[in-house]
């Protein structure tokens, strides 16, 4: 009978010996056999701290291209992206019936300075009969000095003069309201010649183009949008910022923005101003920052990152943010010790894009590693080899 179980138990006995091996094994692979690792030399370099605001391109000078006066649009000479130069026609409304008003009100004048002409004809022949009724009045009154002429005469002679001044003053007085007239006149011109003039809107600075709101036959009104024109030469980014960052931030400094086309570029940048309003419920405030560069392709409005440099401590010691890794809350590396990976924790200063300021935990010259590969975890005591 125990003959019969010797097989049974000496298959037992392998079996529980094939799964110590195992387990032996597992143990000492995850244990002893060293983890390959990318490592990093810490050494002396600078490290830039920026602040990032997310916001809009904008134009520091934009205009909305709207008429002065009430028409319909006979013509529409710049379109969406065309470039235009201070005083290029952009719209033309149409003007027939203002000529026509144009050609009264000329004509108006013309027959206002018609008529002082012809008034200051009649105070010429006025002035000429006073001229001959003052000469006839001293000549009888002086032979009525020596009686040789009848009172009669005289009081004819007198009434004469008297006539012939009120005919003068007359003419005078006409002269002086057909001034008027004219000037009314004149103004009456201006005054359509001016509307007539505002059926041409004309582009009030150098720019672009960038929306057109209008086409031929639609009829405006004075504060209608028909085009939307954007100056070029300062294009910059409304970024929203943290209001926690505002004291780290002024006029002038360096900054680079990515806009989100071309995620992989930045382009330089200066901070123009800041606002001096926060949001009161995102806690955040406008910073403009400039955009110095462009790329090829852009809109207004389109959404960017703005990244401003803040501070740059130079020759410092630095570790790559990457190997930088939390346990229970502690910023820390691991670094390789005689071929174990060993936990040191650190104290961080200011953190770049790419690496982070060492002010405690590393010397030049320690070696940081990570695992190397994404899955990969590193354990305090692990054997290491490096990559």
């Known amino acids: ?82 470039t235009v130069t ?15 008003q144009v050609a009264i009100a000329r004509a108006n004048v013309d027959a206002a300075l018609a008529a002082i002409g012809r008034l200051k004809v009649d105070k010429e022949r006025a002035n000429v009969v006073l001229t001959q009724a003052e000469k006839n009045f001293r000549r009888v009154e002086s032979l009525s000095e020596r009686d040789a002429t009848s009172q009669d005469e005289l009081d004819r002679a007198s009434e004469a003069l008297g006539i012939a001044m009120a005919d003068v003053s007359r003419s005078e007085a006409g002269i002086n309201e057909g001034q008027k007239e004219l000037v009314s006149a004149e103004k009456n011109l201006e005054y359509h010649d001016a509307r007539l003039r505002d059926t ?40 929203w910022v943290d209001e926690t960052q505002m004291s780290k931030l002024e006029a002038g400094q360096a900054g680079r923005v990515t806009f989100r086309s071309q995620p992989e570029d930045s382009f330089p940048a200066k901070v123009a101003r800041l606002g001096r309003e926060a949001d009161r419920e995102t806690r955040e405030f406008i910073v403009d920052v400039r955009v110095l560069e462009l790329p090829t392709n852009w809109a207004v409005g389109q959404r960017a990152e703005a990244y401003i440099q803040v501070a740059e401590p130079q020759n410092v010691p630095v ?35 790419d690496a982070i300021e060492v002010k405690d935990g590393l010397a030049l010259g320690d070696i940081v590693i990570q695992p190397g590969n994404e899955r990969g975890v590193l354990k305090p005591g692990q054997m290491v080899v490096r990559q």
């Open 1 to 82: 009978m125990a003959s019969r179980n010797w097989p049974k138990l000496t298959r037992s006995i392998l079996r529980l010996v094939a799964i110590a091996a195992i387990v032996g094994g597992s143990v000492y692979w995850f244990r002893f056999m060293p983890v390959s690792v990318q490592s990093q030399e810490i050494v002396a370099g600078s490290v830039t701290e920026e602040v990032m605001g997310t916001g809009t391109l904008e134009a520091r000078i934009s205009a909305t291209i709207s008429p002065k006066i009430s028409g319909r649009v006979a013509a529409v000479l710049a379109d969406q992206g065309d």
């Open 86 to 100: 201070t005083g290029d026609e952009l719209v033309r409304l149409e003007d027939d019936e203002l000529k026509q």
């Open 200 to 239: 041409i809107i004309l582009a009030p600075f150098d720019g672009l183009v960038v929306k057109r709101s209008r086409e031929p036959g639609d009829v405006v009104v004075p504060g209608s949008s028909m085009m939307t024109l954007i100056a070029t030469d300062e294009l910059w980014i409304r970024a």
């Open 319 to 353: 570790v790559p943010k990457s190997f930088v890794v939390k346990r229970d809350g502690v910023d820390g590396v691991f670094i390789d010790v005689d071929g174990v990976a060993t936990w040191r924790v650190l104290s961080l200063g200011v953190r770049g894009p």
